[in-house]
């Protein structure tokens, strides 16, 4: 079955700094990956998807890379804000239809 | 914007209750999915369904089942709860394609005692 691995489940940085976190898969070849943020007691949200024809994805100051021959996706936050503090999820688009998370890495971006 | 709505934020039930979850989405979407959270374990898929009156099993499906009646309604069933199914439960929604983003409700915590 699919594997899906994310680096320390949780992380504190400096605000400032550059947060990366990690997702590593097994097993299958995902046609995309997204990645998710989710807050306390609420559902997650989402923040960006990345094929895997492509090699890298920015949004404002999130940027995603997806390596297809390492199986691994980095997700980095540059300028992090202590609003970034959350539970970030990757997913895996297995068949276009269905999505499997990994458990997810707990940010906290101290002041 | 969309907006997935699951009817309980809280829910206390007790061991062997017949327990209801209800997801409505506004966007039209046809793919619904229902998931569970659990510390450690993440987001685990339990059923979905890609149409009306349509469904299909996720990776733990055992004491669980899910009725689409209508498009937009999507409810996950507890025939007999246990308390191993005290959890967060979370519904999704979204577009039917590959590269179609998720929409989730704010999540249902159940908790069986």
């Known amino acids: 079955s699919q594997k899906i691995e994310q680096n320390s489940e949780a992380l504190n940085i400096q605000e400032g700094k550059t947060a990366t976190l990690t997702c590593n898969y097994t097993n299958y070849s995902p046609a995309y990956l997204q990645w998710y943020r989710q807050d306390p007691g609420r559902g997650p949200v989402f923040l960006l998807l990345?094929?895997?024809?492509?090699k890298e994805k920015r949004k404002e100051r999130l940027k995603v890379t997806f390596d297809t021959t390492l199986k691994q996706s980095l997700f980095h936050i540059t300028a992090s804000q202590p609003a970034d503090s959350a539970t970030y999820l990757c997913a895996l688009d297995i068949t276009g239809n269905q999505f499997y998370f990994g458990t997810g890495t707990s940010l906290t971006v101290i002041p | 914007d969309v907006k997935v709505t699951q009817s309980s934020r809280y829910l206390v039930k007790r061991t062997g209750e017949k327990v209801f979850l209800e997801c409505v989405q506004d966007?039209?979407?046809?793919?619904m999915f229902w998931y569970r959270q659990d510390p450690g374990l993440g987001l685990r898929l339990i059923y979905f369904s890609y149409d009306v009156k349509m469904k299909e099993k996720g990776d733990i499906p055992e004491g669980y089942s899910v009725s689409r009646e209508k498009k937009e309604r999507f409810s996950l069933i507890l025939e007999s709860a246990s308390t191993n199914q005290t959890s967060m439960y979370l519904c999704a929604s979204s577009r039917t394609g590959g590269n179609e983003k998720l929409f989730f409700g704010s999540g249902t915590q159940l908790s069986v005692l």
């Open positions: 966007m039209d979407h046809e793919n």
């Open positions: 990345i094929r895997e024809n492509e």
